[in-house]
Each structure stands twice: as C-alpha cells, then as structure tokens.
C-alpha cells in the first residue's frame, strides 16, 4: 500500500509558490495577480489620502456639514417661539371647526330642530345662504336630498358644499361656494324637481336609477320630520 508523504508534499507547494516571480513573471496567472495587488495598493493610498485631507479640513463629509449647518443656525427667541406657537393655534381655529362654534344653529323651527337632533353639518351660515334662494318649502325639500344622497353632508366629508348628488353641468366633481351652491341647488330643485319627493319618474331622474324608492322613502320621512 502506497503511504503519502504529507510533509513533502507541503515542501512542494511551498518550492512552487517561492518560485513565482511576481516582478518579471511573464506567465498569465502571475500577471494578473499582480494587477490586483497593484490596484489595492492604489485603493489603499487613495483612501488614505481622503482621510488624512478630512482629517486636516480640506474635505468635508456629508455628515459633518449637515452638523455645521445645525450649529450655526440660531434658534429662535423665547418672543418669536410663543409668536409662533400663538399663531399656528389661531390658525388651527380659523378652519369650518371655528365656525361652527361662531355660528351654531338655534331650535328656532322645524328645520333648525331637525338639522340638531339629525347631526347634519348644516351650520346657521349655511342655511342663512340656503334661504336667500330658497322658498320654506324648497328648503326642507333641498335639506330632505341631502339626507337621502349624503346624510346631511355626514357621508361626504370631501365636499363643503355639495351634498346633494347635483352634478351641476354634469360634473360629478362640482362642489363650489356656498353662496353658488345655495343659489344652483335652490333653484334647480324649485325648477325641475319641486316633486321629487312624489313623483317616481322626476326621482328617477335625479337619481340616475339608483335605489330610487328608498331615496324616495327617505326624502319623505325627512320631509315629515320637518313638518
């Protein structure tokens, strides 16, 4: 049986690795070993010049110029600070919330009662502009489609004015001033759909087919609430 001489096979490896003349060795393993170890040794003493520029100051990093630039901003005044915090709470106020609390509805009829105990989002603003435009009686009947189409404004919090599904020119979109939507719906509704509330064909067509008679049930109930 044939031993293995691991010692001279070691011996061997090491002879041949010694052997490789990687200054003059013209062979093509030795050529591109030697590439490599030029080009990190290239690496190397860039990266160690890139330090030692930073270390010096003549280059900066991102991280330190964003820590200069936290420094040498000032901070504001104890004066400007309460300014500041005094006028983002006024802004916060000055918003449809405020309003409401400027202009909250009074049970002073029917139709104020029934917009409280509902919890539409009608306020004493709006309904002042509704009325400009608005008969008693096309005004509960404009109060009764919003309760059928958006729950009194409730289901459609992206709309501040339209709430009533009146697509005016037939954009779906259309949500303007509340004096143009006061003057629009007032007098499309007492125009065109005075029956609505009774007449199957005229709801049919304000409502495009959907769920007409339940939207029908519900304008009436409103309508009865508000008599």
């Not at 629009?184 to 065109?192: L, R």
């Not at 049930?217 to 009865?224: C, I, R, Y």
């Amino acid at each position: 049986m044939k031993t293995i001489n691991i010692k001279s096979r070691v011996n061997k490896i090491g002879k041949k690795i010694m052997s490789i003349d990687l200054i003059d060795g013209q062979g093509r393993g030795v050529s591109i070993i030697r590439r490599l170890i030029i080009l990190l040794l290239l690496l190397f003493s860039l990266y160690v010049l890139i330090d030692l520029l930073i270390h010096k100051g003549f280059l900066t990093t991102n991280e330190q110029r964003q820590l200069n630039q936290a420094i040498q901003q000032p901070l504001p005044s104890p004066v400007i600070a309460l300014e500041q915090t005094e006028d983002t709470k006024v802004d916060s106020q000055t918003t449809e919330d405020i309003q409401k609390v400027k202009t909250p509805l009074q049970p002073l009829g029917k139709i104020e009662e029934y917009i409280i105990a509902y919890g539409g989002r009608y306020d004493s603003e709006y309904l002042a502009s509704l009325r400009k435009y608005c008969s008693e009686d096309t005004l509960k009947l404009v109060i009764a489609i919003s309760v059928a189409e958006t729950g009194m404004g409730k289901a459609r919090m992206d709309k501040n004015t339209n709430w009533y599904g009146y697509f005016y020119g037939g954009d779906r979109q259309y949500d303007p001033d509340m004096e143009t939507m006061s003057r629009v719906i007032c007098n499309g509704i007492s125009k065109y759909y005075s029956d609505v509330a009774t007449n199957y064909d005229r709801a049919f067509t304000y409502t495009g087919g959907d769920n007409t008679k339940t939207w029908m049930g519900n304008v009436n109930e409103a309508l009865s609430e508000m008599r």
